[in-house]
């Protein structure tokens, strides 16, 4: 096993609000290691991107609250970090890449000043020119000519803009990039062309990856491991051969179901019956009972415990204890 | 074997403060009473554009457009009144094209008021009918006083597709209509629709980006690239033996959720090029390995390479 760069603790984050208590992220528990991209996949509304941004400690508190658990960050607990540490990190060792191109870029500076502006606050002795200088070379680094540092948001197109924030995400060079649907705003050739880049820096700089995203296709070609999430919960969890190959639990098999095949002929689908259940009113026992097909009386009263079925394949489902296989 | 729609030489420009643009160029097909024609294209490659020009919600530059063997290219908007009924659309964004002010029920009920399928006087009937639709689509009933801000993305697109369906059309026009929803609500959206499709002989030209549930629901595909087709064939065909290095592209750019599945990809250099006035010749000839001088000058016809499978390429 490779050595662990980060480790999330029984995490559960909730959200405050006036209509009750979005239990948003419930006792997560995921290790992240050296060089490995990790894909994290689930649903709107799963608490994906809710438990990537405490790993930054972007929650907004109110409403966000992170009730228990801890992230562990080179022998540290971000969670018990002061403003002033985790300024320190953020941006620096971990940095983050957000959905929206269109939107988390600052349309008033150029998108030289925005690289400039990431590198300025974590080395502050730099001079303007070097500054400047190193600035030019991660936009050749993401393949945009030097000279359009110069340029403003609104004159790229979404995929260059994409490629601006990885060029900003990774200006520190960071040890953790977590990439938050990176893809999901682009056309397929120019999704293609970004994650390819993507993992070539990733290798070149020996950077970890959390890869969010709702797309099994983009994980099984970038991931080394994946986590599925479903109401807040991992509900299984392991390398790429495991859950693909030797789906266990009833919402993964479902989420597989969904996708039409491109190599074979299938008439219909079959998904997921019923919607996801509202994090205000989370069901009793598992989770995902109310729309399992295999859901016993056991299974809506008592959560079932995530376990390990064999090298590291974790699952939470009553169907994989043994002696019910 | 009859067909229900005809497009011949289609052409939608729109003039830009830069000059024109040409969002649909030249396109020419049909589609059979019954079945699905996928529309497959990247962000601004006119498949919008194309799906609104037939239903004339946009004026089109030039070309013609056929429904049932009658030409509706020149009707004005009185004259087309008919034809909307047996001529639907279903939108993308099931966020933005209900209604915010109208109930699931009034806005199902406008449809059929609109066109008079039911005595406005008769609230009995506007009742059952408007609860036959959801039910059909699977809205629950308890929804019927819902507005669209308390409906999740799948329910609103149900409600949308409840709307097109409560006119009773031939022919619907699907622009993405699965595009905003999580994949398992997607599968069953997609579901519904071939179930409807099976119950009421719908046609539908359906538009998307997405090439795996476009293989999926589609009889033929056309892909278009900034406004022209530049391959045509029967979905498994396409999918089987594609001939236009975009389409080769394009396919090899599909994230395959397998993990020994290794792509042979072909990574596209650069992005689209503009749609504003298009220099003649190959509109893919500068994202493309293999365009020579012939590919520039003059626009490259599509071309019989199998039966039934057409390539705009000159290498073909």
């Known amino acids: 096993m490779a050595d662990t760069l980060l480790e999330i603790k029984n995490l559960k984050i909730n959200y405050e609000t006036d209509d009750g208590i979005v239990e948003a992220v419930n006792d997560v528990s995921l290790r992240l290691e050296v060089g490995k991209t990790l894909g994290l996949v689930g649903e709107t509304g799963a608490g994906k991107t809710t438990l990537a941004r405490s790993l930054m400690r972007l929650i907004p508190s109110p409403p966000g609250k992170i009730k228990s658990g801890e992230v562990l960050y080179g022998g540290k607990d971000i969670l018990k970090l002061n403003e002033h540490e985790i300024r320190q990190i953020r941006g620096k060792d971990i940095s983050m890449i957000f959905q929206d191109p269109m939107t988390s870029l600052n349309p008033v500076l150029t998108v030289g000043e925005q690289i400039e502006e990431v590198i300025q606050s974590h080395n502050p002795q730099m001079k303007k020119e070097e500054l400047h200088e190193s600035a030019g070379d991660m936009l050749e680094m993401v393949g945009i000519p030097r000279d359009r540092a ?16 990885i060029a900003i995400a990774l200006a520190c060079n960071p040890k953790l990039l977590i990439a938050d649907e990176p893809t999901t705003a682009l056309d397929v050739t120019i999704q293609a062309q970004v994650l390819d880049m ?99 009386e056991r299974c809506k009263t008592e959560q079932p415990e995530i376990r390990d079925i064999g090298n590291g394949h974790l699952v939470r489902c009553f169907m994989k204890e043994k002696g019910n296989e | 074997m009859s067909d229900l729609v005809r497009v011949e030489n289609l052409k939608k ?38 799906g609104r020009t037939i239903l004339k919600l946009h004026e089109p530059t030039s070309g013609k457009i056929f429904f049932e063997d009658k030409e509706i290219t020149e009707l004005n908007g009185k004259q087309m009144k008919p034809f909307r009924q047996e001529m639907q659309i279903i939108f993308q964004d099931p966020f933005a094209s209900l209604n915010p002010r109208m109930t699931v029920y009034e806005t199902i009920e406008e449809s059929l008021l609109i066109q008079n399928l039911v005595s406005r006087k008769d609230k009995k009937a506007i009742d059952k009918k408007v609860r036959e639709y959801m039910d059909l689509v699977g809205i629950a009933a308890r929804l019927i ?11 609103r697109q149900r409600v949308g ?26 599968a069953q959206v997609l579901n519904l629709m071939q179930d409807l499709q099976a119950q009421f002989g719908f046609t539908y030209l359906f538009i998307t980006h997405d090439l795996s549930v476009v293989k999926h629901i589609s009889d033929e595909i056309i892909v278009m690239y900034l406004g022209k087709i530049v391959e045509k064939a029967p979905a498994k065909r396409l999918f089987a033996n594609p001939v236009h290095p975009y389409t080769k592209a394009l396919l090899s ?37 293999f365009a020579c001088d012939k590919c520039r000058g003059a626009d490259i016809p599509l071309k019989e390479v199998e039966d039934g499978h057409q390539a705009a390429c000159i290498l073909a």
């Open chain 1, 150 to 165: 110069g340029e403003f948001p609104h004159q790229f197109s979404g995929g260059m803009k994409q490629r601006v924030i």
């Open chain 1, 198 to 296: 993507i993992n070539e820096l990733k290798n070149k700089l020996h950077t970890s990856m959390l890869l969010i995203t709702h797309d099994l296709g983009v994980v099984a070609q970038n991931c080394d491991r994946v986590a599925i999430i479903y109401a807040g919960e991992i509900v299984e969890e392991g390398d790429l051969h495991q859950v693909f190959k030797k789906t266990a639990h009833p919402y993964t098999i479902g989420l597989l179901g969904s996708i039409p095949s491109l190599s074979e002929e299938v008439e219909r689908l079959n998904p997921v019956n019923g919607m996801m259940p509202d994090p205000t009113n989370l069901p009793k026992g598992c989770k995902f009972s109310p729309r399992c097909q295999y859901a016993t």
């Open chain 2, 13 to 50: 420009y729109f003039a830009t403060p830069h000059g024109i643009l040409h969002a649909v160029d030249d396109v020419t097909f049909s589609i059979e009473r019954g079945k699905t024609l996928g529309v497959v294209g990247e962000s601004g490659c006119g498949k919008s554009t194309l």
């Open chain 2, 145 to 155: 006083n819902s507005y669209p801000h308390e409906l999740d993305g799948g329910r």
């Open chain 2, 161 to 186: 597709i409840a709307r097109a369906l409560a006119l009773n059309p031939k022919f619907i026009v699907c622009d993405e209509p699965v595009s905003a929803l999580d994949v398992s609500i997607r």
């Open chain 2, 253 to 289: 750019a599909i994230p395959v959720p397998d993990p020994d599945f290794k792509a042979n990809r072909i990574i596209l250099q650069g992005e689209l090029t503009s749609p504003i006035d298009p220099e003649p010749g190959c509109r893919f000839a500068k994202r493309c390995q």
